[in-house]
């Protein structure tokens, strides 16, 4: 039986769980063990009075493995309120000493990155493993449900499709010109002239010197691309998006919203339609609050931040000038400085976890704004073939899933959202 269905017995009845021991404690008559699975904790309680059971209890470490029979007490002081009066113990390893403690989970952080192989099994990350699985279950169910088709594009590319700072090179037999992808987005606009409207859950890989709360080399990314799309139907395409996916953490994941200690009030405000602020007048916003900042600048973390702190929701922030974004996007035809492109900003202060807008889908406007950018045009030969034969309107977007798993969890760095997170100075474990 798992830990979890332990809670749903009534006192007195015997059973059987198998896990790890989580934390022990040994008092002058009792042994306490926490045991976990993949459902739980819950307490054991031996006997000293029992002479062969506690010794092996106390031969036992943190992280042993092993089947444990009992019965079951009322214990409000116990986690979730009943504990295991044992019986047997059947252990199969007694293991090491565990190398992560009380007071080494509360040292440099570094050093549980180092263990992060040990580290996932703690309550923190259990919860966000379980958070994390409703997320991308919520994401596939959102678009399947409606008649999007999960896509796949590649994973080595020879262009950049978000400019050529952030491309990972890579070693591919005796070329020079193939990289790690940075955002299938090119892929799903091919494949939108077979299916109409596609989606993909991914990685994506940015060569990022820095090391910021929300950056990492290789991120998980949600991207979807629709025919026929146009801007307002995108923002709502959004709107419902997010909208789903919080309300299917807020339905399953209540325990481990708990566990991280996160208020969910903001989560359960996240409904349409979100705040909708364009470029224009967020940057009278940031400079009416004494940011530094003018017109034609990019709006950053920081400045993002300033934003977000002004509403509850998340804000659909749009009509950005075009330098600011990659050169596809396509330019609002009533005003041909900006773009019809949206990015979303987490509320609390957490920012952009989703970019995205029109493309461009005119032949000769998009070879001309790419040598307007100093881009060459050969460097996207098939991607223009995309305007060449049978192009129409259409959008898309790209959901940086570990960010909103970050918002969502209320964690202060994106690499706790992540079971292996990769940055600049980390490859391993
Ligand atoms: N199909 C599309 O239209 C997507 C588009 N080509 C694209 O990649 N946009 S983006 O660069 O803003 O990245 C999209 C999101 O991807 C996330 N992102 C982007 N870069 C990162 C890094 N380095 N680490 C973590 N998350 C990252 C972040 O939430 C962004 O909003
Ligand atoms: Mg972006």
């Given at each position: 039986?798992?830990?979890?269905?332990?809670?749903?017995?009534?006192?007195?009845?015997?059973?059987?769980?198998?896990?790890?021991?989580?934390?022990?404690?040994?008092?002058?008559?009792?042994?306490?063990l926490?045991?976990?699975d993949?459902?739980?904790i819950?307490?054991?309680?031996?006997?000293?009075?029992?002479?062969?059971?506690?010794?092996?209890?106390?031969?036992?470490?943190?992280e042993?493995?092993l089947?444990?029979t009992?019965?079951?007490?009322?214990?409000?002081?116990?986690?979730?309120?009943a504990?295991?009066h044992?019986?047997?113990?059947?252990?199969?390893y007694?293991?090491?000493?565990f190398?992560?403690?009380?007071?080494?989970?509360?040292?440099?952080?570094?050093?549980?990155?180092d263990?992060?192989?040990?580290?996932i099994?703690?309550?923190k990350?259990?919860?966000?493993?379980?958070?994390?699985?409703?997320?991308?279950?919520a994401?596939?169910?959102?678009?399947?449900?409606?008649?999007?088709?999960?896509?796949?594009?590649?994973?080595?590319?020879?262009?950049?499709?978000?400019?050529?700072?952030?491309l990972?090179?890579?070693?591919?037999?005796?070329?020079?010109?193939?990289?790690?992808?940075q955002?299938?987005?090119?892929?799903?606009?091919?494949?939108?002239?077979?299916?109409?409207?596609?989606?993909?859950?991914?990685?994506?890989?940015?060569?990022?010197p820095?090391?910021?709360r929300?950056?990492?080399?290789?991120?998980?990314?949600?991207e979807?691309e629709?025919?026929?799309l146009?801007f307002?139907?995108?923002?709502n395409?959004?709107?419902d998006?997010?909208?789903?996916i919080?309300?299917?953490?807020?339905?399953?994941?209540?325990?481990?919203?708990?566990?991280?200690?996160r208020?969910?009030?903001?989560?359960?405000?996240?409904?349409?339609?979100?705040?909708?602020?364009?470029y224009?007048?967020?940057?009278?916003i940031l400079?009416?609050?004494?940011?530094?900042?003018?017109?034609?600048?990019?709006?950053?973390?920081?400045?993002?931040?300033?934003?977000?702190l002004?509403?509850?929701?998340?804000?659909?922030?749009?009509?950005?000038p075009?330098q600011i974004?990659?050169?596809?996007?396509?330019n609002d035809?009533?005003?041909?400085?900006?773009?019809?492109?949206?990015?979303?900003?987490?509320?609390?202060?957490?920012?952009?976890?989703?970019?995205?807008?029109e493309?461009?889908?005119?032949?000769?406007?998009?070879?001309?704004?790419?040598?307007?950018?100093?881009?060459?045009p050969?460097?996207?030969?098939?991607?223009?073939d995309?305007?060449r034969?049978?192009?129409?309107p259409?959008a898309?977007?790209?959901?940086?899933i570990?960010?909103l798993?970050?918002?969502?969890?209320?964690?202060e760095?994106?690499?706790?959202?992540?079971?292996?997170?990769?940055?600049?100075?980390r490859?391993?474990?």
């Amino acid at each position: 039986m798992s830990i979890k269905d332990v809670f749903n017995l009534s006192e007195g009845t015997e059973v059987t769980v198998r896990g790890w021991i989580y934390r022990k404690r040994e008092l002058r008559d009792k042994i306490f063990l926490v045991v976990r699975d993949g459902s739980g904790i819950v307490q054991a309680v031996i006997n000293k009075s029992d002479q062969d059971l506690s010794s092996i209890a106390s031969k036992l470490n943190v992280e042993s493995s092993l089947v444990l029979t009992g019965v079951i007490k009322r214990e409000p002081r116990a986690p979730g309120g009943a504990e295991i009066h044992v019986k047997s113990i059947n252990w199969y390893y007694a293991g090491y000493a565990f190398p992560i403690n009380e007071d080494a989970a509360k040292a440099d952080s570094e050093y549980l990155f180092d263990v992060r192989h040990l580290w996932i099994r703690s309550r923190k990350m259990w919860a966000v493993l379980r958070v994390r699985h409703t997320v991308f279950g919520a994401i596939h169910e959102f678009f399947r449900s409606r008649g999007y088709y999960e896509v796949q594009g590649p994973m080595f590319v020879s262009a950049a499709v978000e400019g050529g700072s952030t491309l990972f090179p890579v070693k591919y037999f005796d070329r020079e010109d193939v990289y790690l992808t940075q955002s299938s987005q090119f892929y799903l606009e091919v494949l939108i002239y077979a299916l109409e409207r596609v989606y993909t859950i991914a990685p994506s890989f940015r060569a990022e010197p820095s090391r910021t709360r929300r950056h990492l080399t290789e991120f998980w990314h949600a991207e979807a691309e629709e025919a026929w799309l146009q801007f307002d139907g995108l923002l709502n395409l959004l709107e419902d998006l997010i909208t789903y996916i919080v309300n299917k953490v807020l339905e399953e994941r209540q325990d481990e919203l708990k566990l991280l200690n996160r208020d969910a009030k903001v989560l359960e405000n996240v409904k349409p339609p979100f705040q909708r602020v364009s470029y224009d007048e967020a940057i009278n916003i940031l400079q009416s609050k004494g940011v530094g900042i003018k017109w034609g600048d990019d709006i950053g973390a920081d400045e993002e931040r300033v934003l977000t702190l002004q509403f509850d929701k998340p804000i659909l922030l749009h009509h950005f000038p075009e330098q600011i974004k990659a050169f596809y996007h396509r330019n609002d035809p009533s005003r041909p400085e900006t773009t019809l492109s949206v990015d979303v900003l987490a509320p609390e202060g957490y920012g952009e976890i989703v970019g995205g807008g029109e493309r461009i889908y005119d032949y000769e406007e998009l070879i001309s704004k790419i040598k307007r950018f100093g881009l060459k045009p050969e460097d996207y030969d098939w991607y223009l073939d995309l305007r060449r034969y049978g192009s129409v309107p259409h959008a898309g977007f790209g959901l940086g899933i570990d960010r909103l798993i970050m918002w969502i969890c209320g964690l202060e760095h994106i690499r706790d959202a992540v079971p292996f997170p990769r940055d600049i100075r980390r490859i391993k474990p």
